[in-house]
Every structure is written in structure tokens, then in C-alpha cells.
């Protein structure tokens, strides 16, 4: 073992010395931003630490996406502050009809988005409420709690982005290359898998689609890692969307006859593993070209033999765009990675926000109590962060055990550690016990107990919020607490009963929009996406019904086995519009209309029909013409063999959510 | 000698520093993409070092150019 292995595998009270290196990254990164934010003498300066607790993530390149995000969404909310503000100056009536309306359409847009752009577009919206909200009986100071508050969080942020640079923290770009190897890999393991007759689970086909279309956030972190980044993002996203087309390949292989082209699948195994040589890797690609361009002789071999194909030459995109990756070099392909959101579900988020802030506030206004506004802007906060969260329950729940203890630690830090002292290292020694546990646990994979420590590193600082001096007031710490565990109570409940989302509900609608898509498809709509960016699309709504819990006795997944089924089919639709377009250009009009109406019609027949005249029409064509109508005809008759072999047909009566 | 150059925003004074530092932030972001293509990251052992060196050069340039 060498010293660097050594190292690695050592751990100190269970945590990795690069988590203890993360934590300690994070405390310092704190104080130096509460130092310089004392020093240039800011009202906000606890906000310069609150920063760096919500910036608290492990690459450079994520941290740096989210400082960005932050900074703007922060302008933008300041902003909205004073124009809701200003425009209602007199109705706290108003003012909180128009603080929820931002809030939900701010969720809404964060519904669309994924990753630190979903944190950034919630963001606009809760800064109104810690700028605006909070202010409520003094709108003359938003101005000066909006600048103070901007300050801070430039402060904040340079301490971070200093800290991170001088101690190297882990790039994701380093992290980005050792997860699309190893998808990769996975991703050939199925292939071979199915090339060797295997029967795959179809939890196993989401899973490998979710794992790929997972990594879509830290694609978009490279961007903002480095000077390369752009091209970096370029070569990631390359690989991505060629790795979810190796895994339809694979799947319209698996959906073949198993005995179809036996003499091929070795050959082909090794073609994938990279066991063959240069030549022989391009003499399998002749053989497999030239099997395809049977076409009616043997339909299920030419069919073997064109996914076959597709299948070498998405493996090599992939492997292409990984080490392009590795070297910082442009990829030869340049394709997005797009996500899917559901906008229903986007809809939903954002007008359960906007009801739960006004049930909030009529709550707290009735009680009448001091730091009602505190109250409903945490209300907000939580609302908006909850949103951004695939469990909106899950988060406050860990909401309801964070809060209390972040108020619990700021109360001992305040009051039994510091206990009167003024004096900034002190302070800065006070803070290191919380500090450093809660980075610690964010470096866990356990996702609840990761939620707990991203809620309790901020708002432990919120609840201490060191001012300087030190103002020791009991009686602000206690309101303030009660308040908060108060409006994460209030949360809770509210997330229960107004609007929820059930995993069945998801269910229904990711299902029902790839049906519509699916018949958007077939009646001959295109998008402006090319054919893989839509299939990466289609990956990603696999990838979301995979995460949701399964129906009451559904055990086989039948969810997925519909998703996987459209994911198919719409793939094998969008192709043959793509190769008619292509043969429209070189062969007689009737031909490819005949092939678009079949395909509106979903006529099997009709579609094999259409791939015969094709290609007895071929001959007559030049080279490439031929080439062209040979492709075309091959992909009518996989259009008709899906739309024949699919289990749930096209009819929406067989279908089931 | 010359004089810092002020912004007033809303009655509110920003400070010299805060213009010249996004300024510089500015320009930064401009040549960024041209490091890429000049190999800036081959030439360093640690690119964030050098990146945030270069940012402190420009910054430093515009205290004292203007």
C-alpha cells in the first residue's frame, strides 16, 4: 500500500481525512468572512457566515455555480423588494398577496430547473422575504437591509472562494470523469448482459438511466470551475447523451428474438470491451452494415445488425467524449444534456407556496404575536427551499429536527461557551465545535442525515448571529427560536394539507406527458431538439419515475415497463421522421408520404408496406440515395415492430398509472 | 494623485473599492474564456491560484490606472 492509499483509508473518529479537510474548509472560509465583514463594519455581517453554511458544498465548481446563483437571484429579489414595497406601501394586506405571488411564480420557475439554477430561482423569491417581509413596519429601512444584506453575501462569498482555491478543494470536473467511467462501464455491462441472452429488470434499465441523467447538476457546475469549463460541460454532456443511447440500443436489442444473429453477438461483445483490434473492429462494422442492408431478406437480423451497430458507435461516442473530458478538449459532437421537468408539478409547487404564505400570515397575524414577520418569512424560506426537493415531506421533516437543534446549539454556543466573552477569536473557537460536526455529517451519504446538517450549518449561525459586538439579548434569542420552530411546525403541517403531491399523483403525470408527447410525435409535431437531446429528455422522466415509491402491488414496476416502452417507441418514431426527412430530399414524395401516414395512422402495416416500396425503390437511387432508403426502410420496419410488440399498445384504454 | 471615482446609489454611497473590485470582475469574466485557448491551465500546477492571481493583477492595474 502506498502512503497516498494509506491516507485515504484512514479515518479519523469515522470520517475520511478529505471530510475533515471539507469541515475545516468550511470553518475557516466562516471566519474570515465574519472577520472582513466586522472589519468593513456591515449591519447584516452574520449574513457573510450564513453564506458560507449555504455554499457548504464539496467541489469547487458546485460552490462556485451556487455563488453565482446567489449573487444574482439576491439582486433580483432586493429589487422585487422594493417594487412590492413601493407599490404597496400602505396594505400589509397587499404586500403579502404580492410577496406570496412572487413566491409561487419564483417556485414555479425553480420547478423547471434543476440543481443550484432551481436553489437560484427559489432564492429571488425568500429574499423577499428576509429583506422585505421582515421590514414590514419599517419599509424605509428595505433599502438599507437589501444592500446590507448584498454585502454580506459578496463577503461571504469571496471568503469561500479564497479559502477553496488556496486549500484545493476537489474539483468536480475530476469527480465528473471517475462517474461517467464508471456508468460507462455499467452501461456495457448491460449491454453485454443482454448480448449474451440475460433478461434485465426493468428497475435495472431506469436505474442505469437515472444514475446518467443524475450527473445533468454537476455538468453544468463545470461551467463556472474553470476557464475550461465550457468546453468541459460540452464533452460531459457528450457523453451523457451518448451513454442513454448505448442504453436504447442495448434495450432494442433485448426486445429482439434471442436467437436472432447468434454468429454476430460475440463479436459484437468484443467490439464493446475494446478486446478488438482497429481492423477487425472495422470489419465487424462492415458485417453488421452489410446484415442491416438485407432489410426484408431477414428483417429481425437487419434489425439485430443496425442496433448492433448503433450500439458500437454510441460506445465509441461515449468512450470519445470521455477522454475528451479528461483532456479539456472540445468534443467532436456538440449535443445538450436536457432535463425534463413536469409542469404540472411545477404548477402545484408554486401555488402551494403561495397559499401557504397567506395562511401563514393570517395564522401569525391573529396571534399577534412579536416576530410574526420572522415567522411568515422563514414560513417562506422553507416553503420555497422544500420545493427544490424531490421529498417536499422528507425536508421538513428534517426541517422539524434540524431547526431545533440548530436553535439548541446556537443557545449553548451564545450563552454557556462565549457566554459574555467580545473578543473575535474566541468567537471564532465557539464556533468551531458546531461548525465542524455539521460539514462533517454533509459529507455522509445518507441523504436524511445530510438534509439535517444542510439546515442545521446556516441556521445555526442564523440563531447565534454574530454581531459585533456580541449584543447577549435573551430575549431576542428566545422570540426568534420560538418563532422559527414555530414556522417549521406550521410547514410541516401545511405541506401535509395544502396541495400535496403523492408519488402516485408524479406517477399519473410523467406518465400521462410522455403519452402526450408520444402522440404529439406520432401526428407528425417536432421539436426543435435533436433526436438524442429528446431521448436524454425521455432518460430523465425514467430517471424521476424511478426514484418515486413503487404503487401498492406493483411490483413488477409496471410504471416503468410503460416509461420504458414510450422511451422506446418515441425514440424509434422521432428516428424514422428524421431518415424519411433525409430520403425526401433524393426519392419520389409518395414514398415518404406514404411513411409519415402510416405513422400517424400507427399502422404496422402500413409502416412495412411503406419500408418495402422503399426499398425496392432504393435501387434506382445513386450511392448515397440508396444508403439513405436503406436506413429509412430499416427504421419503418422497427417503427413497425415496436408499435406491434409494445405491452401496452397505443390505445390509452389499455393504459394504467 | 487622483481622486476615487464615486457612485452615489439612492442617496447611498458605494465605496471606490467595491466598483474597482467588480470591474475587475468584469474583465475577468471577458478573458476567461481566451485563458482555454492560451493553455493557461497547463501552465500552472494550480489553475485556481493563478486564475485568482490574475484576478488581483487586474484589480490591482485599475487602482492604479484610474
Known sequence: ?657 | MHGFPELTIGGVLVAPFVIYAGAAMAIFAVLRPFFHVAAFDRAFSSPPIAELSFYVLILALLMVLF
Open chain 1, 1 to 657: 500500500m502506498t502512503l497516498a492509499q494509506s491516507v485515504r483509508s484512514t479515518t479519523v473518529a469515522g470520517f475520511p481525512p478529505s471530510a475533515w479537510a471539507f469541515a475545516l474548509r468550511i470553518w475557516v472560509a466562516m471566519i474570515v468572512g465574519l472577520y472582513a465583514a466586522f472589519w468593513l463594519q456591515l449591519e447584516g455581517a452574520s449574513a457573510a457566515a450564513t453564506t458560507v453554511g449555504v455554499l457548504a458544498m464539496q467541489t469547487r465548481g458546485q460552490a462556485y455555480q451556487k455563488a453565482i446563483y446567489r449573487i444574482l437571484a439576491t439582486i433580483i429579489g432586493v429589487i422585487v423588494s422594493f417594487v412590492i414595497a413601493g407599490l404597496f406601501p400602505q396594505s400589509r394586506e397587499l404586500f403579502m398577496i404580492g410577496f406570496a405571488g412572487w413566491l409561487g411564480l419564483c417556485v414555479y420557475v425553480g420547478g423547471l430547473l434543476d440543481g443550484n439554477r432551481a436553489y437560484g430561482a427559489v432564492l429571488a423569491g425568500y429574499t423577499v422575504a428576509l429583506v422585505a417581509v421582515s421590514q414590514i413596519d419599517s419599509p424605509q429601512s428595505i433599502f438599507l437591509a437589501g444592500v446590507d444584506r448584498g454585502a454580506a453575501i459578496v463577503v461571504g462569498i469571496t471568503a469561500f472562494a479564497l479559502i477553496n482555491d488556496l486549500f484545493a478543494a476537489p474539483n468536480v470536473h475530476t469527480g465528473l470523469i471517475g462517474k461517467l467511467t464508471k456508468a460507462h462501464q455499467r452501461v456495457r455491462a448491460f449491454a453485454l448482459a443482454i448480448l449474451r441472452g440475460e433478461s434485465r429488470h426493468p428497475i435495472q434499465w431506469a436505474n442505469l438511466l437515472r444514475e446518467i441523467t443524475a450527473l445533468h447538476p454537476d455538468i453544468t457546475a463545470l461551467v463556472a470551475e474553470s476557464s475550461a469549463g465550457v468546453v468541459e460541460a460540452a464533452a460531459a454532456a457528450s457523453a451523457a447523451v451518448a451513454l442513454v443511447a448505448e442504453i436504447r440500443a442495448a434495450s432494442a436489442l433485448a426486445s429482439l428474438p434471442a436467437e436472432t444473429l447468434l454468429c454476430l453477438r460475440g463479436a459484437l461483445g468484443q467490439g464493446l470491451t475494446d478486446s478488438l483490434g482497429e481492423e477487425s473492429r472495422s470489419a465487424l462494422q462492415l458485417r453488421l452494415q452489410r446484415h442491416a442492408d438485407g432489410g426484408y431478406a431477414d428483417p429481425y437480423g437487419a434489425l439485430f445488425a443496425g442496433h448492433g451497430l448503433d450500439l458500437l458507435i454510441e460506445n465509441e461516442r461515449a468512450q470519445n467524449a470521455i477522454e475528451d473530458l479528461q483532456a479539456s478538449r472540445r468534443p467532436r459532437r456538440r449535443i445538450h444534456a436536457t432535463i425534463y421537468r413536469s409542469h404540472r408539478a411545477a404548477v402545484r409547487d408554486g401555488l402551494r407556496a403561495f397559499l401557504a404564505v397567506l395562511i401563514c400570515a393570517i395564522l401569525l397575524s391573529l396571534g399577534g404575536w412579536p416576530f410574526a414577520a420572522e415567522g411568515v418569512a422563514q414560513v417562506g424560506l422553507m416553503i420555497a427551499l422544500s420545493a427544490k426537493v424531490p421529498n417536499p415531506r422528507g425536508f421538513a421533516t428534517a426541517a422539524l429536527i434540524a431547526v431545533p437543534i440548530a436553535a439548541l446549539l446556537g443557545g449553548v454556543t451564545e450563552y454557556l461557551i462565549l457566554d459574555g466573552v467580545d473578543q473575535f477569536p474566541l468567537l471564532a473557537i465557539g464556533l468551531a465545535p458546531s461548525v465542524i460536526v455539521a460539514a462533517l455529517l454533509l459529507t455522509i451519504p445518507d441523504p436524511r442525515l445530510a438534509s439535517i446538517a444542510f439546515l442545521a450549518l446556516p441556521y445555526f449561525v442564523l440563531y447565534l448571529s454574530p454581531t459585533n459586538p456580541q449584543d447577549y439579548n435573551p430575549e431576542t434569542y428566545l422570540f426568534f427560536s420560538f418563532m422559527a420552530i414555530t414556522s417549521v411546525i406550521l410547514l410541516s403541517v401545511l405541506l401535509r394539507i395544502v396541495l400535496p403531491t403523492s408519488d402516485a399523483l408524479r406517477r399519473h403525470w410523467y406518465l400521462i406527458s410522455a403519452r402526450e408527447e408520444m402522440g404529439d410525435l406520432l401526428a407528425g409535431g417536432r421539436s426543435r431538439r435533436l433526436d438524442d437531446e429528446s431521448l436524454f429528455r425521455d432518460a430523465d422522466r425514467i430517471g424521476q419515475l424511478a426514484a418515486l415509491q413503487p404503487a401498492v402491488g406493483d411490483e413488477r414496476r409496471d410504471d416503468l415497463r410503460q416509461a420504458l416502452d414510450i422511451f422506446g417507441r418515441a425514440a424509434a418514431v422521432r428516428r424514422v421522421r428524421t431518415t424519411l426527412a433525409q430520403v425526401s430530399a433524393r426519392a419520389c414524395q409518395r414514398l415518404v408520404q406514404d411513411g409519415y401516414s402510416a405513422l400517424a395512422a400507427c399502422d404496422p402495416p402500413g409502416l412495412r408496406r411503406a419500408a418495402a416500396d422503399l426499398a425496392s425503390t432504393a435501387t434506382q437511387l445513386d450511392h448515397e440515395g440508396q444508403r439513405v432508403a436503406r436506413s429509412a426502410s430499416l427504421d419503418l420496419i422497427w417503427a413497425a415492430f415496436v408499435l406491434d410488440a409494445g405491452a401496452f399498445g397505443l390505445n390509452p384504454n389499455k393504459w394504467t398509472t
